[in-house]
């Protein structure tokens, strides 16, 4: 696979490759209701525990308008399954909604974070085929860690936000 974004004008896209857009809609994903329960029951169990906790932003840009949005879905599935499969398998993924997802970090500190950061970055930023194209997504990545950065799920998640945007700008 080319190391470079092989980009194409959406009237160029292949009908083809509109047609066999998957068929699961995006908003079929887990989604932002799961995550704070989920960080809630899990910062309860950190607390008892005396553990940390990591909680990563991941936002990529729009797709639709460069090459339509049969397109874009079918490679925020794609992008979704790489993040799922490249998590520990006690990690949580979630779809905070648009193009953002997340991730909880079970049992995860600093180290962990940065390592996984990277391998996310590596991993999701390799061209999807979809079709005849080969799409480039660029992941704008931000982590928080409990305790340091916040005790609540909320104040978690709005730390990772910022951090990715810290770092995209």
């Given at each position: 696979?080319?190391?470079?974004?092989?980009?194409?004008?959406?009237?160029t896209v292949?009908?083809?490759?509109c047609?066999e857009a998957?068929a699961?809609?995006?908003?079929?994903?887990?989604?932002?209701?799961?995550?704070?329960?989920?960080?809630?029951?899990?910062?309860?169990?950190?607390?008892?525990n005396?553990?940390?906790l990591?909680v990563?932003?991941?936002?990529?840009e729009?797709?639709?308008?460069?090459?339509?949005?049969?397109?874009?879905?079918?490679?925020?599935?794609?992008?979704?399954?790489?993040?799922?499969?490249?998590?520990?398998?006690?990690?949580?993924?979630?779809?905070i909604?648009?193009?953002?997802?997340?991730?909880?970090?079970?049992?995860a500190?600093?180290?962990?974070?940065?390592?996984?950061?990277?391998?996310?970055?590596a991993?999701?930023s390799?061209p999807?085929?979809?079709?005849?194209?080969?799409?480039?997504?660029?992941?704008?990545?931000?982590?928080?860690?409990?305790?340091?950065?916040?005790?609540?799920?909320?104040?978690?998640?709005a730390?990772?936000?910022?951090?990715?945007?810290?770092?995209?700008?």
């Amino acid at each position: 696979m080319p190391d470079h974004a092989f980009q194409v004008s959406a009237s160029t896209v292949a009908p083809r490759a509109c047609a066999e857009a998957s068929a699961v809609p995006v908003a079929a994903l887990p989604n932002r209701a799961l995550l704070g329960p989920i960080v809630d029951r899990q910062l309860a169990v950190c607390r008892r525990n005396g553990a940390s906790l990591v909680v990563l932003s991941i936002g990529f840009e729009s797709l639709a308008q460069r090459y339509g949005s049969a397109v874009e879905t079918q490679v925020l599935h794609a992008a979704w399954n790489r993040l799922k499969n490249h998590l520990r398998g006690s990690d949580i993924a979630v779809r905070i909604g648009g193009h953002e997802f997340g991730a909880v970090l079970l049992n995860a500190a600093e180290p962990t974070a940065v390592i996984v950061d990277a391998r996310l970055s590596a991993v999701l930023s390799q061209p999807y085929g979809i079709g005849a194209l080969e799409v480039v997504l660029s992941a704008r990545m931000g982590a928080a860690v409990y305790p340091q950065a916040g005790s609540t799920g909320e104040a978690l998640a709005a730390a990772a936000v910022k951090n990715a945007a810290a770092r995209a700008g």
